[in-house]
């Protein structure tokens, strides 16, 4: 089992930055890929962005790239989502997961995806 607790969401402006954390425990966090998904009132949940077991492959939602980032800390057992430049778009709820392959993550393939955190909610007031 492997467990997922997020933090860092909030409320911020438009153009503003937030930093996303993902605290793993349980098993090894090296071993699983992990990511970002988000939920948007009334809208179904969708991949944000990955990264690969040992971090050295990223992959963005199109919408993102060039805006966010995301990293991981293995020895922390932490994963990280830098948003920059926060647009109204990207309010949501922001979750990450693990998953020993990437491919369920990058491919949105939510129900293939292993392990799941409850949520931290971002908020961009325009």
């Known amino acids: 089992q492997v467990q997922l607790v997020e933090s860092g969401g909030g409320l911020v402006q438009a153009g503003g930055s937030l930093r996303l954390s993902c605290a793993a425990s349980?098993?090894?966090?090296?071993?699983?890929?992990m990511g970002w998904f988000r939920q948007a009132p009334g809208n179904e949940r969708v991949f944000v962005a990955a990264?690969?077991?040992?971090?050295?492959?990223?992959y963005y939602l199109d919408s993102v790239k060039g805006r966010f980032t995301v990293s991981r800390d293995n020895a922390k057992n932490t994963m990280y989502l830098q948003m920059n430049s926060l647009k109204s778009e990207d309010t949501a709820v922001y979750s990450c997961a693990a998953d020993p392959s990437i491919v369920p993550i990058m491919q949105n393939q939510e129900a293939q995806v292993d392990y799941w955190g409850k949520g931290t909610l971002v908020t961009v007031s325009s």
């Open positions: 990264i690969s077991k040992s971090g050295s492959n990223t």
């Open positions: 349980g098993r090894t966090f090296s071993s699983y890929a």
